[in-house]
């Protein structure tokens, strides 16, 4: 089996491609397979080196290493120009100077349900013939047998009059030089396959076989687009999420899993994807669902794996003891510092939070007697930092809120924070006595 992922690279690499792309990859990693990676940049307009750089950095990120490539379509205009003459001098094309006007009076003398069929000239673009009779059609390995009959598709244009080729012959050229045997791509395509396919016959070629991937839709029914949050896989990794958590979550969408199965390693995901169980409908990509995913990911990493992620992603250093305590209220890198930032940059200010708080009946006094036992508790472990506030807690009628809020809004600033014991003892005896004296000051003041 040889594979291709095929991207065009006008903009970031969206969900949707990157889930094409994993498609691809899993079939060659699961079947021993190879996945040919090809830049389909003949838009010079739009197919930047900036642009590229984004898909290669987005498909290292998800760790879907190709075998062949980087070819880039461009470098093949030599390849593209000699087929393209085999074609002229077989009598599959013909030049045409035909123009959109004479297509639509064509169309008007033979019935608008007709293709366009023009005659050879002496230049202008070239145009495939199309054949007058019958079915050009194939069986896709996702929906099944596709057919479109001939006598209403237009003999298509193959190549500008300066000879530059277009997509749909282009890519069955390259598709063809890579010996590429299955051609996975969106749904979006469907309709380009018969002149790809006659350009394939018209080389003396079979085709590869197709299989077509339903699009994505956000919760709404929509097509996926920004309005549903992270569109590309560079926004998905800025919003903190993990990598192996993208791949696992994407490739659940639509590829026929049960229901109750969820969390894969990418060895699992190969070893099981079938391209024949692919679902032909659209698949929801949900960011809630992605976010729970996440968690269980970044839950299965070591403290010190997470540590170093999580150092990477936010900049800082020294995170490790803060990583410890945090990692189960966490779902995403991206919520490590609102919760755990204050052990390094002090409280932050919030004013509803501390009047509600440490501001009502009592809060002062209930945030003095818990320093009081914390300036006695010895030595300053979690285990005696725990047993001197339980014993403020009873004292306060074994209400823990009322006793550990006003110390959480003390030393964190607002009423989240990772549990109360770990985050005191995290911080230590001297700047926690610091940050309740300051609170407790403001609060007379």
Do not use: C
Not at 77 to 101: F, I
Not at 324 to 337: C, M, N
Not at 386 to 400: D, P, Q, T
């Amino acid at each position: 089996m040889r594979v291709r992922f095929a991207p065009s690279p006008t903009g970031a690499l969206h969900i949707g491609g990157a889930r094409t792309a994993l498609y691809n990859w899993l079939l060659a990693r699961g079947q021993d397979g190879t996945l040919v990676l090809r830049i389909e940049d003949t838009d010079r307009e739009r197919s930047t080196p900036e642009n590229v750089e984004q898909i290669l950095d987005a498909l290292r990120w998800l760790n879907l290493g190709f075998d062949e490539g980087p070819i880039f379509q461009s470098e093949r205009a030599d390849r593209h120009r000699d087929a393209l003459a085999q074609l002229l001098a077989d009598g599959h094309a013909y030049h045409s100077a035909a123009t959109a006007d004479d297509v639509k009076l064509y169309k008007e003398r033979h019935g608008f349900d007709r293709g366009f069929r023009g005659e050879a000239e002496e230049s202008g673009a070239v145009r495939l013939h199309y054949p007058n009779e019958g079915d050009t059609f194939f069986d896709d390995i996702i929906r099944g047998e596709i057919r479109f009959a001939n006598v209403s598709r237009d003999d298509p244009v193959i190549a500008r009059a300066d000879g530059s080729v277009l997509y749909n012959f282009a890519v069955a050229v390259d598709d063809l030089d890579a010996g590429v045997t299955h051609v996975v791509r969106g749904e979006d395509h469907i309709s380009n396959t018969p002149t790809q396919l006659l350009v394939f016959r018209a080389l003396g070629a079979e085709p590869p076989r197709y299989a077509h991937l339903p699009l994505l839709h956000g919760p709404d029914g929509r097509k996926l687009s920004k309005r549903h949050g992270a569109a590309s896989v560079q926004e998905l990794r800025a919003a903190g999420y993990l990598p192996e958590a993208v791949d696992n979550y994407i490739a659940l969408l639509g590829a026929g899993f049960a229901a109750d199965e969820e969390f894969f390693t990418m060895d699992e995901l190969a070893e099981r994807f079938r391209l024949e169980r692919v679902s032909k409908n659209s698949a929801v990509f949900d960011e809630r669902k992605l976010r729970h995913l996440n968690g269980r990911h970044l839950r299965e990493l070591s403290v010190d794996e997470l540590t170093s992620r999580l150092e990477e992603y936010t900049g800082r250093t020294g995170l490790r003891g803060a990583v410890e305590i945090s990692r189960e209220k966490i779902q995403t890198l991206a919520d490590f510092w609102p919760l755990a930032g204050f052990f390094f940059d002090g409280p932050v200010d919030d004013p509803k939070a501390f009047e509600k708080v440490i501001g009502r009946d009592g809060g002062v006094d209930t945030l003095q007697a818990a320093r009081q036992a914390l300036a006695t508790a010895d030595p300053f472990t979690f285990d005696n930092v725990e047993a001197s506030l339980r014993e403020v807690v009873e004292a306060n009628g074994g209400k823990a809120g009322r006793v550990f809020q006003p110390i959480r809004v003390a030393i964190a600033g607002t009423t989240v924070s990772p549990g109360i014991f770990e985050s005191v003892t995290l911080l230590g005896r001297e700047e926690t006595l610091a940050r309740i004296d300051k609170a407790l000051d403001r609060a007379r003041s």
